[in-house]
């Protein structure tokens, strides 16, 4: 099979094409045919050397991957061959997404959804999962809650939006300003423009802030949310932030997705209902994965996806 790899970390142009062995299933695992695999800003950084989740190289990157099954392991039940899949397996150990086939504990895998073609199936995924693990499992966002989301029009803000939205929040939402108009078809009841001042002075009095930026900018969104509010962050947050959170009766939530078939189910469900839509900002075909990771360092709104 094809498959794109790096024999070192480096920049975009250590992704290479190469022929592979193709993988078989073991026991609980199913074969994808891969028709598309999701990139991520997390992909960038294990390519650099900056994230060390699969150790050195030689490996394939990526974990977001929608395709039809192509074998099944022994006890594996309520999938078929030629069934349409999707997930984001195995993470955060190597699930080797770019390539024409992989494998995936069957449990890690769900039905794609049907209103949407595996280029939109295979962006879901990893940012999906976040946002839904950040805002459902980690918040417990409830209706009529208000909720702040940053980078909202990025891979997992557009998607933490939608999900906030369907869920009955009134949402408050920062991006850049050639954004806006972008996040506020999202459904946004508020956007604000973050180069125009801090967010901190325009709103208050929030439940629940989804914070994927780090550093300050965590310390910053305390100051947003009242007394036993949630800070839910993607990243590292200080001692400090920590101090300051405990002080004000604050929960500060630190997160990292993790493969979860029910959470991929109700995001197909979402789908499904159109009350969630996936923006693809371009796909790449597998052997320009070097360029795709170069375009995604560009902070497109939404996706990056290679057709398979």
Same mark, same amino acid.
């Given at each position: ?6 024999n070192?970390?480096?920049? #975009? ?7 592979? !062995?193709? #993988? ?8 994808? +045919?891969?028709?598309?695999? =999701?990139?991520?800003?997390?992909? =960038?950084?294990?390519?650099?050397? %900056? ?5 050195? !190289? ?22 078929? $061959?030629?069934?349409a ?7 955060p ?9 992989a494998v995936? !504990? ?14 939109h199936?295979?962006?879901l ?12 499992r ?15 029009? =990025? ?11 369907? @869920?009955?929040?009134?949402v408050?939402?920062?991006?850049? #300003? ?6 506020r ?15 901190a002075?325009?709103?208050g009095d ?13 310390? +910053? ?7 036993? =509010? ?7 947050v ?9 002080? @004000? ?7 990292? $997705?993790? #493969? ?7 995001l197909?469900?979402?789908v499904?209902?159109k009350?969630?839509?996936? %923006? ?7 052997e ?11 902070? !497109? ?8």
């Open positions: 099979m094809r498959a794109i790899i790096q070192s970390f480096g920049g #975009p142009d250590v992704l290479v094409i190469a022929d592979r !062995p193709e #993988p078989k299933p073991k026991q609980g695992e199913v074969l994808v +045919r891969v028709r598309g695999a =999701g990139i991520n800003p997390v992909d =960038g950084a294990v390519r650099g050397g %900056h994230y060390p989740l699969l150790g050195e !190289p030689p490996f394939i990157l990526g974990w977001d991957v929608s395709g039809t099954v192509e074998a099944l392991g022994a006890g594996v039940t309520g999938l078929k $061959v030629g069934d899949v999707f997930g984001m397996p195995l993470f150990r190597q699930a080797a997404a770019y390539a024409e086939l995936a !504990p069957a449990d890690e895998i769900a039905m794609k959804p049907a209103g949407i073609d595996h280029i199936a295979a962006a995924p990893l940012a999906g999962l976040t946002a839904w693990q950040g805002l459902v980690h918040g417990g966002l409830e209706q009529g809650q208000r909720v702040l989301i940053h980078a909202a029009a =990025g891979g997992v803000g557009h998607l933490a939006v939608q999900i906030a939205k369907a @869920r009955g929040a009134y408050i939402a920062t991006t850049s #300003p050639q954004k806006l108009d972008f996040v078809t999202l459904g946004a009841d508020e956007v604000i423009d973050y180069t125009k001042g801090d967010f002075d325009a709103v929030l439940d629940l802030v989804l914070e994927p930026i780090g550093g300050e900018h965590a310390e +910053r969104s305390l100051r947003v949310l009242k007394p036993g =509010g949630i800070l839910v962050s993607l990243l590292d200080s001692d400090n932030t920590r101090t300051q959170a405990r002080t @004000r009766g604050i929960r500060v939530e630190r997160m990292s $997705v993790t #493969p979860d078939r029910d959470g991929l189910v109700e197909g469900k979402l499904d209902a009350k969630l839509a996936i %923006h693809v900002a371009r796909s790449f075909p597998l320009e994965a070097g360029d795709a990771h170069a375009f995604l360092a560009t902070k !497109p709104i939404g996706k990056v996806v290679l057709a398979v």
